[in-house]
């Protein structure tokens, strides 16, 4: 059975960081490239960012290109992202999925981890 | 960057009633569209991929047609488990979501 579990959410101030983790099982991690969805209170979903399975190619979406980075560490099934400068408008649920690598169907879900953005 | 723009946004319906779905893309997008449930507080639950393929263990009364533009999403007969959001997702050039359509009991 394909589990994603996600950590690291909670709460930060505005301009701060904060590093989402998410540890894979149940299939095998390093043949899938893997994204992050996010979803704002009330609101449907949204993009954040997709990495390859190899870990060498990352995409970003517009409102998180330069700030998020996403990266991947296969030796340990585990998914990252690192979240910089983050805004009130980067609160959300963070779910991260796997996409098979060779159509980026998404798949399998987390259960998700939420980052809250205030002062 | 590829649009999904989802109707109907919300609907109300009956235990029983057939219920239709639709997102179009504004570029065509083959059939890289997958759709997936939603309930409250969980994580979305993939129903169907490349547009009409039914995902394991989903109940044989949804079903999905479409290709380049058009897809559709349909309930034979509504369930009670059914009422919940439902989601388009695009994944033929990255991502992209549709707005969601959220199935309320009438």
């Known amino acids: 059975e394909v589990q994603l579990l996600e950590s690291g959410g909670g709460l930060v101030q505005p301009g701060g960081s904060l590093r989402l983790s998410c540890e894979a099982s149940g299939f095998i991690f390093s043949t899938y490239a893997m994204t992050w969805v996010r979803q704002a209170p009330g609101e449907g979903l949204e993009w954040v960012s997709i990495?390859?399975?190899?870990?060498?190619?990352?995409f970003y979406a517009d409102s998180v290109k330069g700030r998020f980075t996403v990266s991947r560490d296969n030796s340990k099934n585990t998914l990252y992202l690192q979240m910089n400068s983050l805004r009130a408008e980067d609160t959300a649920v963070y779910f991260c999925?796997?996409?098979?690598?060779?159509?980026?169907?998404?798949?399998?879900w987390g259960q998700g981890t939420l980052v809250s953005v205030s002062s | 960057d590829i649009q999904m723009t989802q109707s109907p946004s919300s609907l109300s319906a009956s235990v029983g009633d057939r219920v239709t779905i639709t997102c179009r893309a504004s570029?065509?997008?083959?059939?890289?569209l997958n759709w997936y449930q939603q309930k409250p507080g969980k994580a979305p639950k993939r129903l169907i991929y490349a547009a009409s393929s039914l995902q394991s263990g989903v109940p044989s009364r949804f079903s999905g047609s479409g290709s380049g533009t058009e897809f559709t999403l349909t309930i034979s007969s509504l369930q009670p488990e059914d009422f919940a959001t439902y989601y388009c997702?695009?994944?033929?050039?990255?991502?992209?979501f549709g707005g969601g359509t959220k199935v309320e009991i009438k």
């Open positions: 990495i390859n399975s190899a870990g060498g190619s990352t």
């Open positions: 570029q065509g997008i083959r059939n890289d």
């Open positions: 999925a796997n996409m098979d690598s060779s159509r980026w169907s998404v798949d399998s």
């Open positions: 997702l695009q994944h033929k050039s990255y991502l992209t």
